[in-house]
């Protein structure tokens, strides 16, 4: 049969592709590629100019593949496609039925292309940096010329491989760790705290609205905004609600008194688990409870036969020592050259932000880098 790219603009037009939209991202392991990650980002964090243009390519009524875009007008009133989620979650981008890859990258360059208003570029945001689609929607460009494209930025993104067992990767590490988190433990018990994870949607709600509290003023401590983007509030109490049912959102929590003292918030599709952060009391930072609960939730990912649990871009001393591989992000541009390509021109600026990652990694604790290249030593999956 005959590939059909639609593009649509309207939210209510998605409707009939959502249930075959959220059970392909299942398939692929994409946790912040659902519709319920993704479109309620389109309710709940847009800002500025911006239009929706998703990409659904279909077989008659069978969902091929999908590219949930949205067109940003900016400066000289050039039109950036960007996915949804872009700027707030990471290993985004078009997904596909296994095998499709390349029809679905040509039918969505052909739409793109053809869209209005004409796209000034074409960006991938924190994508996995192994993913091809970038090169596929580049060469399935319509036309003789296709469109320059340019890296812009990479970013360490720490991962655990989940192969084997629990016991088998806990005794990997270290005595020291190991009696930490046994001590760590029993002074949380001690305390009154029980680990558990959060199954009720009226519990989630209430748990959740204490973890952004606690993330929130954790992080205005240090005078930093953490995690909460624009709209966060909404977006999470909405997603939350729609995947803790069925314990694709799992919020991993130490209660005390009946109160949750911390919490991690993961999402999970098919076999990927993705951390998406959390907070905790202050009171409690003795226990070391983000460790405890994370543990927790490690363990009970090993336990479920899942594949990989990802910490996310960036390098934190936690991720680190729930690390066994680093698989970077990053972003990548594609500029068509259309009647708009002169005026892009000036945003191939892929050398100045290369200088100023590395010069931020350069910034980092000599103990935090060491950590960073011990784990790029033992070699990324292939």
């Known amino acids: 049969m005959t590939l059909t790219a639609d593009l649509i603009d309207d ?3 998605l409707e009939p592709w959502v249930a075959q939209w ?7 392991g994409a946790p912040y590629c659902t519709p319920a990650w993704m479109l309620s980002c389109w309710r709940h964090t847009m800002t500025g100019s911006v239009e929706l ?5 279909h077989e008659d009524s069978r969902l091929v593949g999908i590219a949930p875009y949205f067109v940003q007008l900016g400066k000289l009133g050039l039109a950036e496609y960007r996915l949804l989620g872009a700027g707030i979650s990471h290993r985004i981008g078009p997904i596909a ?15 793109v292309a053809a869209a209005d208003p004409q796209p000034s570029s074409f960006l991938f945001e924190g994508a996995d940096a192994a993913s091809p689609w970038p090169d596929l929607v580049r060469r399935g460009w319509p036309g003789r010329l296709r469109p320059t494209q340019r890296a812009t930025f990479t970013m360490d993104a720490p991962t655990l491989s989940l192969d084997g067992d629990f016991e088998q990767w806990y005794e990997s590490h270290s005595s020291n760790f190991r009696q930490k988190m046994r001590q760590k433990r029993r002074q949380m018990e001690k305390r009154g705290g029980e680990i558990r994870m959060v199954t009720e949607a009226d519990e989630a709600r209430r748990v959740l609205d204490s973890m952004i509290r606690q993330h929130r003023e954790r992080w205005a401590a240090r005078g930093l905004k953490g995690s909460l983007h624009h709209g966060a509030d909404e977006h999470l109490h909405e997603v939350v609600a729609a995947l803790v049912p069925q314990q694709r959102a799992r919020l991993w929590s130490i209660f005390a008194d009946g109160e949750a003292v911390c919490t991690h918030v993961f999402f999970t599709a098919g076999s990927e688990v993705a951390s998406w952060g959390g907070g905790f009391e202050p009171d409690w930072a003795s226990v070391s409870p983000a460790q405890l609960v994370i543990l927790a939730a490690v363990e009970d990912a090993f336990q479920r036969g899942e ?16 690390a066994n591989g680093d698989e970077p992000i990053e972003w990548v541009a594609l500029f068509p050259k259309n009647a708009r390509y002169p005026l892009t021109r000036g945003q191939m600026m892929p050398k100045a932000i290369r200088t100023a990652a590395r010069n931020r990694y350069r910034q980092l604790p000599e103990s935090v880098r060491g950590r960073i290249e011990a784990i790029r030593r033992r070699g990324r999956p292939g």
């Open 11 to 13: 939210p209510a037009a």
């Open 22 to 28: 959220d059970e392909l991202a299942v398939e692929v």
């Open 53 to 57: 243009r998703v990409v659904v390519v």
């Open 97 to 111: 039925r296994p095998g499709r890859e390349q029809e679905v990258a040509s039918a969505l360059a052909g739409a």
């Open 307 to 322: 594949s990989r649990l990802d910490w996310g871009g960036g390098i934190l001393d936690y991720k680190l020592r729930f």
